[in-house]
């Protein structure tokens, strides 16, 4: 009888560590394949020539950009701005692969805050709804970053009566970087469950087998 027990619990054990180890190496080989690589073209005031970035020379560059205009989906429309308070204006297209899906204007310097408008006819051939949206504060140092020919900025925080100022940090502008941490933890954690699950499970063999032999 206690051999048949401590047959159960390897076998048992055997089973939750293979799942384990074999959902934390297949996860991350699943995220890496499938869609080509994204990329950015920017074209605007004061260019000499368009930004052509794509995500395996430019990765950080590329995601922050893409970053500015990913979440129009479910953002609210603001009204049209007059033309005299939008300043200078970039269009951005988003592209995966070879092959343009979307594009944008943006205006970082526009009065009252970044705006972004997005045409009706888009690059990949589907209709959307033309319209008008508030950017993100970042805008600005985001397509400096990416090479658009644009003054550093200042970003003024409200400090008390006086007030005080910092500059937008760069680690702000790397989401690409943010998301590799996550990843990079997950195998960490993913041995930790299995520790434990084998802990919990030894002990209640020993449980079982102190019982066992108690009642003889």
């Known amino acids: 009888m206690v051999r ?3 047959r159960l619990v390897a076998i048992m054990a055997g089973v939750l560590t293979a799942g384990v180890l074999s959902l934390g190496l297949t996860a991350p080989a699943s995220a890496t394949t499938q869609s080509p690589p994204a990329g950015v073209d ?3 005031a004061d260019m000499a020539e368009p930004l052509h970035l794509r995500a395996d020379t430019h990765p950080t560059q590329v995601a922050a950009v893409i970053d500015q205009v990913n979440f129009l989906g479910d953002a609210g429309q603001s009204s049209k701005p007059k033309k005299a308070d939008l300043g200078p204006k970039y269009t951005v297209v988003v592209l995966a692969g070879d092959k343009p899906q979307q594009t944008y204007d943006l205006y970082p310097k526009a ?8 045409p009706a006819k888009q690059p990949d051939s589907e209709q959307t709804a033309a319209g008008w949206f508030f950017g993100r504060f970042t805008m600005s140092e985001t397509l400096r970053t990416a090479g658009v020919p644009l003054e550093r900025q200042v970003d003024t925080v409200g400090g008390g009566a006086g007030g005080s100022e910092r500059m937008i940090p ?5 989401p690409a970087g943010n ?10 954690l993913l041995l930790v469950n299995v520790a434990v699950v084998l802990t ?3 002990g209640l063999a020993g449980i079982a087998l102190l019982i066992r032999r108690r009642t003889r």
């Open 200 to 202: 919990i499970t030894f």
């Open 4 to 6: 048949r027990v401590w």
């Open 170 to 174: 760069e680690d702000a502008l790397d």
């Open 179 to 188: 998301i590799d941490e996550a990843f990079s933890g997950l195998p960490r």
């Open 42 to 44: 920017i074209t605007g």
């Open 111 to 118: 009065a009252g805050g970044p705006r972004i408008y997005r």
